[in-house]
């Protein structure tokens, strides 16, 4: 089977580094192994997302030489591929509606995961009808799954072994928010079946969503993908790089350095080099081996002190 993989940016901000690497890894595993590499636009929040940074993303890749395969599906134009997908979760009876604030949510009474997470207690799983009725009336729900009490396990490429409970470790989860756009946990499960995806790289923040996701694909009838999940990378001081903080975007990089620039340097620092010399992205392909990729955190070089 040809390995189908991709990037799926959120186009909320400039990609910074920590984006570059992921992109950077995917289209490297893709091609190591003659595959496709494809590129989707997570931009369920169109109103947080607009097109003008879609299109910046789409102009750094390809000034990184980093080139895809096919057209460029937008999350934002697929709801009513989405839809199709909440009814029959609906038609299994696992669907509710959860009336629950953000601030109830994060209450001091809510179970905490180790990772800060927050645990769904529960408190809206088996209102009545009645009960649901009087709630729209003063508030739009959210869409939540119910999960089972079952552990779903995974070999990641990077990290190995990794399981969680779901009904112990995840908690039922929102599908749809509660102004209609669909959630990311449907919408990544959808887009990557629809279109082939067999290998995700992503970063290791998602690790923890990787469980429910095999669960819903399993769900759906699809075949789970491979994932490998990539250590985070840090600035000099250790803190993590964020779109927020707008951290050594791609508008500002391309004004000191040279696509190779950044490539050397993002090799070097995931383990694929030894030294952060420039080199194009295609010169790595017959190179790539997830073992060279550390389990830990990764630092900028000094490069771009």
């Not at 079946?193 to 996701?213: C, F, H, M, Y």
Request: aromatic share 8%; hydrophobic share 40%.
């Amino acid at each position: 089977m040809q390995t189908i993989g991709r990037f799926a940016p959120s186009p909320s901000g400039r990609m910074h580094l920590g984006n570059v690497l992921c992109a950077l890894l995917a289209f490297l595993s893709a091609r190591r192994q003659n595959g496709q590499f494809l590129l989707r636009i997570e931009d369920l929040d169109a109103m947080r997302c607009p097109r003008s940074f879609a299109d910046l993303i789409m102009d750094d890749l390809r000034w990184l030489g980093l080139d895809w395969d096919g057209d460029v599906p937008y999350q934002s134009e697929r709801s009513d591929i989405y839809a199709q997908y909440e009814a029959v979760l609906r038609e299994k009876g696992l669907l509710y509606p959860c009336f629950c604030s953000r601030a109830a949510l994060h209450a001091a009474s809510a179970p905490h995961l180790s990772d800060g997470r927050v645990l769904y207690a529960g408190t809206c799983r088996d209102l009545t009808p009645e009960q649901v009725a009087e709630k729209r009336k003063t508030r739009a729900p959210a869409t939540r799954v119910r999960v089972p009490d079952e552990v779903v396990r995974f070999t990641d490429a990077v990290w190995g072994e990794y399981a969680e409970n779901l009904a112990e470790e995840c908690g039922d989860f929102i599908v749809r928010r509660s102004d209609g756009v669909f959630a990311y946990q449907l919408a990544v499960v959808v887009d990557d079946a629809l279109t082939g995806v067999n290998e995700v790289v992503r970063g290791a923040d998602l690790i923890s969503s990787t469980p429910r996701q095999i669960w819903l694909h399993r769900l759906f009838g699809f075949a789970p993908p491979r994932f490998a999940h990539l250590p985070l990378l840090c600035d000099h001081d250790g803190r993590r790089l964020s779109k927020r903080d707008e951290d050594l975007d791609l508008g500002l990089l391309r004004e000191r350095f040279t696509p190779e620039q950044v490539i050397g340097a993002l090799a070097c620092a995931a383990g694929l080099t030894d030294r952060p010399e420039p080199v194009a992205a295609r010169e790595l392909v017959s190179s790539f081996d997830w073992g060279k990729v550390p389990r830990h955190d990764l630092y900028l070089p000094d490069i771009f002190r």
